[in-house]
Nanobody
Framework: QVQLVESGGGLVQAGDSLRLSCAAS????????MGWFRQSPGKERELLAG????????FYADFVKGRFTISRDDAANTVYLQMNSLKPEDTANYYC??????????????????WGQGTQVTVSS
């Protein structure tokens, strides 16, 4: 059974940085793309970034390009999200996710089938 556990969230000030981590287990991590989503109250969950199996390709939503970086360490079965220049509007619950199949298009939200429990990020102004 696929399990994803996020960590690294917290309360920060605008302009600060945070690094989120997601530890995966239950299947061969390196065979699947990974992604980060977020959801705030009253809003739909949105795909922020994705990374292909092997890490050779990445995807970013326009509103995080240049500020967020996704990376993976297959030896550690972990995916990361480095978030810089945080803004109050980045406040949300952040989730990592992995795709249904190893050939899934990680740029599409519907490709993701397994989710972690989330980690809260709060950015004060």
């Amino acid at each position: 059974q696929v399990q994803l556990v996020e960590s690294g969230g917290g309360l920060v000030q605008a302009g600060d940085s945070l690094r989120l981590s997601c530890a995966a287990s239950g299947r061969t991590f390196s065979n699947y793309a990974m992604g980060w989503f977020r959801q705030s109250p009253g809003k739909e969950r949105e795909l922020l970034a994705g990374i292909s199996r092997g890490g050779g390709e990445t995807f970013y939503a326009d509103f995080v390009k240049g500020r967020f970086t996704i990376s993976r360490d297959d030896a550690a079965n972990t995916v990361y999200l480095q978030m810089n220049s945080l803004k109050p509007e980045d406040t949300a619950n952040y989730y990592c996710a992995t795709t249904s199949f190893n050939f899934s298009n990680f740029r599409l939200p519907r490709a993701y089938a397994y989710w972690g429990q989330g980690t809260q990020v709060t950015v004060s102004s």
